[in-house]
């Protein structure tokens, strides 16, 4: 007998939270089964980042809201890379968008988000990112509570 991954994602009660490990296939199929109950917290564990197959980016302005700092974001450089360039100290481990150690409070703008360890739900939120793949939106302006 196969698993039914849509039974068992139909199944679940709002609220669960679900603990992800496995094979990619199996897990991209889950996650995907999953895409459509914002009301489950998924947590997946990587042993080494997906290829995402995304390009460098575009440029944006990331804005420091307690310092008032203003940086710019280079295509092709990541947030983490630009803070750490200019002395800013950031909590970090994987540096893949797996861990979320970087996890970081976003006040205003647009998030493209790059990593492996948000939620749908928490994703659709806008309120926070993982500094050390996601990127603000090409030319926009990008505000973090550093």
Known sequence: MRFDIG???DRMVA?????LCG???FMAAVSEALA???DIVLHRE???APDSGQDAGEPFTLALAQSGTELVVAAGQSILEVLQAHGIDCATSCEEGICGTCLTRVLAGEIEHRDHFLSA????SGDRMLICV???KANARLVLDL
């Open 36 to 38: 459509a109950r914002p």
């Open 121 to 124: 739900g928490e994703r659709a």
């Open 7 to 9: 039974r068992f994602v």
């Open 134 to 136: 996601s990127r603000g």
């Open 23 to 25: 094979p990619g296939g």
């Open 15 to 19: 609220g669960t939270h679900l603990y």
């Open 46 to 48: 990587y042993f080494t």
